[in-house]
């Protein structure tokens, strides 16, 4: 008989337990509404502070619920706090809302905008996650994290045009410019000087500022018919766009934003000693936009570096690498001017240079071609394929007004496969098309090292006194003298070891 009470005792005891358990709508079959998807901390910091918002989570159900657990996921170097019924986290569990009730969840977020921008983010952002069983809601926490100017405030998916004086719109270089959302540039010049640092949050958006239908890749500038854009970097300063996470696993991540967009009609446009890293596409060209890109560099691209749709480009002492797609690619036409640039295509299956007069709708498959004008001198087209140039005339050569290349003194690679492509079009390419130009072999030297992004010419490397002295170009792309009898190809000349 004695263990007869303790037993009731420990069954009353769990009967009871389970009684509560049942008071509560508990695990998957909790419903919580939030009053905010994201919550932002708007201000900018200029000194180490912080900064207090809140926002409600609702039981609209008739019966109580209960929350297992409340965390910050810690995503981020940025500290988020939160206090949710009175709990203090890190951590709180057993959270309960009443039947058609709700709780306050104050959270606050401190930062030191003081912080290296390689460690600390200029926009920092975590998730505050409530778990219900194995259902997992969170509420995003984003913060300013760095000094900066930001031009767009915290609207993701938004458009931001910035007001001119006297029709040009300088940017900064006290400070970096972080873009989150898309910048519009219209009857206006904007300008970025030596040392500018413009940064981009971005990402896929649903369009919800035109109708809300489709999605478009966010965190780019947009040159409208009106407008232009002059990035004008020196050696010493150059103007950088890259993503706005500057921590070391990120510096060579790809497609973090959409890039450099020039619309319909733009002119004037350059680029000098510019860097953009980290884009979806370097640099987008439509219909008669006119873009100059003058001693600079587009790497670790999810997309091509350039890409241009009837355009006019000029492209000079440049290096485009580790882009995962063409390099440089020329559709519908238009015209290009390509000097002493380097295009290195390794490790990817498309081509370094795509040039093609026509452009396909994908939904009707209807064609549309346009006349193409090419000069080649001085450059290198390569890559780890068989070929790294791909031509495409929409009339097989029958109407020699739409499509007219000129390649010279240049390193080029081509196999048996393009000579035969077009219905042999090309066959008598390094006659007809490519004069004085070397066709790269596998195993020939070329770069100092590939694998290391290392572009500088071998001093075995064929590219070595293939090129012709240009005088508008008389300095490579780190500012050092070409030899003026027997220049090299490519953007970068040959200097010998110290």
């Not at 003081?114 to 600390?120: I, K, V």
């Not at 690498?321 to 390099?327: A, D, I, R, W």
Request: contains cysteine.
């Amino acid at each position: 008989m004695r263990l007869f009470y303790p037993l009731l005792f420990l069954a009353l005891s769990l009967l009871a337990a389970c009684e509560v358990d049942r008071d509560f709508v508990t695990g998957e079959a909790v419903q919580l509404r939030f009053e905010v998807d994201t919550l932002s901390f708007d201000t900018v910091f200029t000194a180490r502070g912080s900064a207090t918002r809140l926002f409600k989570v609702y039981n609209d159900g008739s019966e109580p619920v209960k929350i297992d657990r409340i965390a910050v996921a810690g995503e981020t170097g940025v500290d988020f706090t939160f206090n949710v019924d009175g709990t203090m986290g890190p951590v709180a569990e057993d959270v309960v809302i009443f039947a058609r009730d709700s709780i306050y969840v104050f959270v606050e977020v401190e930062v030191d905008p003081g912080e290296p921008e390689e460690t600390s983010p200029f926009i920092a952002e975590d998730r505050l996650v409530f778990e219900t069983g194995s259902a997992r809601r969170s509420v995003v926490l984003q913060a300013f994290g760095q000094n900066a100017n930001y031009l767009n405030g915290f609207r993701r998916g938004s458009f931001f045009q910035p007001v001119c004086q006297d029709g040009t719109f300088v940017l900064p270089t006290d400070l970096p410019t972080v873009i989150y959302g898309s910048m519009f540039v219209d009857s206006c010049t904007l300008r970025a000087l030596a040392g500018t640092r413009i940064y981009f949050h971005g990402g896929i958006q649903r369009n919800e500022v035109l109708g809300g239908s489709g999605i478009f890749n966010d965190g780019f500038i947009y040159v409208l018919g009106n407008g232009r854009l002059e990035l004008l970097g020196t050696l010493e300063e150059p103007v950088i766009l890259a993503t706005d996470r500057l921590e070391a696993e990120y510096a060579e991540a790809r497609g973090a934003y959409r890039g450099l967009i020039f619309g319909a009609g733009s002119r004037g446009n350059r680029l000098v000693h510019t860097e953009i890293r980290n884009s979806i596409v370097g640099v987008t060209a439509d219909s008669l936009a006119e873009v100059t890109i003058d001693n600079s560099r587009i790497v670790n691209s999810s997309g091509p570096a350039v890409t241009g749709y009837q355009s006019d480009l000029t492209i000079r002492n440049s290096l485009f690498h580790s882009n995962f797609s063409n390099t440089v690619q020329i559709l519908k036409g238009g015209n290009l001017r390509l000097e002493h640039t380097t295009l290195a295509n390794y490790g990817v299956d498309a081509s370094a240079l795509l040039i093609q007069n026509f452009a396909c709708d994908p939904v009707t498959e209807q064609c549309v071609a346009a006349p193409f004008t090419g000069v080649i001198r001085n450059s290198i087209i390569s890559g780890s394929r068989g070929s790294e140039l791909a031509l495409a005339d929409a009339f097989a050569g029958e109407q020699p007004g739409f499509f007219s290349l000129e390649i010279s003194q240049s390193v080029v690679r081509t196999d048996d496969a393009f000579l035969r492509s077009n219905d042999g079009l090309f066959a008598d390419f390094y006659t007809d098309y490519c004069r004085g130009c070397y066709n790269l072999q596998p195993g020939d030297p070329l770069y100092v090292s590939v694998s290391a992004d290392d572009y500088h010419l071998d001093s075995l490397s064929v590219a070595r006194d293939l090129g012709r002295f240009l005088p508008e170009l008389p300095l490579d792309l780190e500012g050092n003298n070409r030899d003026r009898d027997t220049p090299d190809a490519g953007a970068l000349e040959w200097q010998p070891a110290d």
